[in-house]
């Protein structure tokens, strides 16, 4: 597994800055014995306690941030091993076969020596007593394995630049197929659109043909209406003409005379003819001017008896109005003799003042001024 560096969050670091210039600050008002008071600040307690809930909940919250992110980053991680496990078996199975198909012993350059040492193994001799010719690794020979470690290292190298290429192509294939796959979404909503737009144009065609066969088919009815009433209407008058020039309604008698002999006079038929004779309608006549000279003359009456009701109440409504014209003008006199009187009361009530000031400021005994007084009033 490699080693993968979290990106640091700036809302962490903006956090653990904060954190610090909070805790310098509190020490700084803690040790300062100016600031320092005796007994407990309720106010900086309520602003701690403030404070805490509000870091709790910020914690909270970037513990949430980090959860999320440490599992997305999981599951990076889970897929990465994946794909490099899956990787790592088909590298080891391609590479297995390729060495059971292009690298066989027996096609080797050192076949003849490896061939000899399959044989020398099972020589059960100890490696401590075998001689110079039987060793298979010689001095000298394993001078490159430095360099071939870096060729391997370059080599694993390009190989994981590789799986990151193809990583990088199989992401730009996924979002090539995720561009093709909203592609044809949109197509196949511009598809329903359109033809919603197609169903729409088809319905509102049907409707508009459906509105104009019903017209047509209003108009053909109305038209027929028109028709029926005018043929009625022909109909009618054609009644009414025969009707009026009937002899029921132009008063032909002689259509309804009947003879019935023996010397009578002809007969009415009544469903024929409801006129009159001549006595009759004369007879009529005379009593409608009859009761027309009584209704003049009724009326006649009538306006006589109202002009002499409003004679005499022209007449009262005088005497009425002179009677009130009576009543102020001696309700006025009676005014202007007691405003008379009252003012010679005044005038008499004022000289009598007077003469009880002159006394006053005269030096007679008070006893003769009040027998005065008392005869004067008597």
């Known amino acids: 597994m490699y080693k993968v560096d979290l990106p640091i969050d700036q809302s962490t670091e903006k956090a653990v800055e904060r954190r610090r210039s909070a805790e310098t600050a509190r020490k700084a008002r803690v040790f300062n014995t100016r600031l320092r008071v005796m007994g407990l600040d309720l106010d900086a307690l309520h602003h701690q306690v403030e404070v805490k809930k509000h870091q709790q909940d910020m914690e909270k919250q970037r513990d949430k941030a980090f959860d999320m992110l440490r599992k997305c980053q999981d599951e990076v991680l889970l897929k990465q091993d994946t794909d490099e496990k899956e990787k790592q078996e088909a590298l080891y199975t391609d590479l297995t076969k390729y060495w059971a198909t292009q690298q066989q012993v027996e096609d080797s350059h050192e076949a003849d020596l490896k061939c000899g040492l399959k044989g020398a193994l099972k020589i059960t001799t100890p490696v401590a007593e075998l001689g110079p010719a039987s060793m298979q690794i010689f001095q000298g020979e394993g001078i490159g394995e430095k ?97 009026m020039t009937s002899d029921v309604m132009t008063e032909s008698a002689e259509a309804a005379e009947i003879d019935v002999g023996g010397g009578r006079p002809p007969q009415i038929l009544p469903d024929r003819w409801k006129g009159m004779r001549p006595e009759q309608l004369s007879t009529i006549q005379r009593e409608q001017e009859r009761q027309r000279l009584e209704k003049q003359r009724h009326l006649d009456a009538e306006k006589i008896q109202s002009a002499a009701w409003d004679l005499h109440l ?35 009530q004022q000289a009598h003042q007077e003469n009880l000031n002159k006394k006053l400021y005269t030096n007679k005994p008070t006893k003769d001024y009040f027998h005065q007084f008392n005869t004067s009033s008597r």
């Open 314 to 348: 022209l007449k009262v409504s005088r005497e009425v109005e002179e009677e009130e014209r009576r009543t102020a003008e001696l309700r006025r006199e009676h005014r202007i003799q007691m405003d008379q009187y009252n003012m010679q009361l005044a005038r008499e």
């Open 147 to 243: 360099e071939m470690r870096r060729e391997q290292i370059k080599k694993t190298e390009r190989e994981l630049l590789a799986q990151m290429d193809c990583n990088k192509k199989k992401h730009m294939g996924e979002k090539h197929r995720e561009t093709l796959v909203n592609k044809e979404l949109l197509h196949q909503d511009l598809r329903g659109v359109q033809q919603a737009a197609l169903e729409a144009e088809c319905k509102k065609s049907v409707r508009i043909a459906l509105d104009n066969y019903n017209q047509a088919l209003a108009a053909e009815r109305a038209e027929n209406l028109k028709e029926q009433r005018r043929r009625e209407d022909r109909e009618n008058h054609a009644e009414l003409w025969h009707t």
